[in-house]
Each structure stands twice: as C-alpha cells, then as structure tokens.
C-alpha cells in the first residue's frame, strides 16, 4: 500500500514537471468577469457578457415558473407568460446587436 502512494506521487510530480506548458492569450483574457481591462485600468463592462448571463438567469427562472405549473395555479400561467415574452424579447435584441451566434 505504502509503494502505491509512492508510485502515485512520483507520477503525479512527473507529469507536473514534463509537462508542455504553452502561455495562450486566451488564458490571460478577463472575460470571464465581464470586465475589459486596458492596461491596469478597467476600460468598460463587457455588454455581451451581460447579456449572456441575463439569458442564463432568465432560463433557470422559467424552470423555476415551470414548477409551478403543476400545482395549477393560474397567477402562475400569467407569469410564464410573461417570462417568454421577456425571453423573445431578449432574443430579438440579441439578434438585433448582433450578439446572437448560431452553431450548425
């Protein structure tokens, strides 16, 4: 048992030093937090990573809505109602900035 742990961390230590490591840009990019930086300055807030995350929130609220259908309540339906204009409308104003990319 004792050999396998050592087996396992002399692998695991080789594998880290032998490794190719190659520097991408992509992996210097702050887009993840939304924020476009020049420099050490933050230059602007990143619209299409707004809009993304406003898409995603906007989905987990209609999973959320559509729970509530089950237990047939009509102010419920009105809501859902609702939340899919809002996400036509979304995605219309995506389409319009042309932010909006489709994969085939």
């Not at 906007?58 to 809002?86: G, K, P, T």
């Amino acid at each position: 048992m004792f050999f396998i742990m050592i087996l396992t961390f002399v692998f695991f230590f080789m594998t880290f030093f032998l490794s190719k490591k190659k520097s991408k840009l992509m992996k210097n990019s702050y887009f993840e937090s939304g924020f476009n930086y020049l420099g050490k300055l933050i230059f602007s807030y990143s619209i299409h990573f707004f809009m993304i995350i406003l898409i995603f929130v906007l989905f987990d609220l209609e999973l959320f809505l559509f729970l509530f259908i089950y237990f047939n309540c009509n102010l419920i339906y009105w809501l859902v109602l609702l939340l899919m204009m809002f996400i036509m409308m979304t995605l219309l104003l995506e389409w319009k900035y042309i932010k909006l990319v489709w994969f085939l």
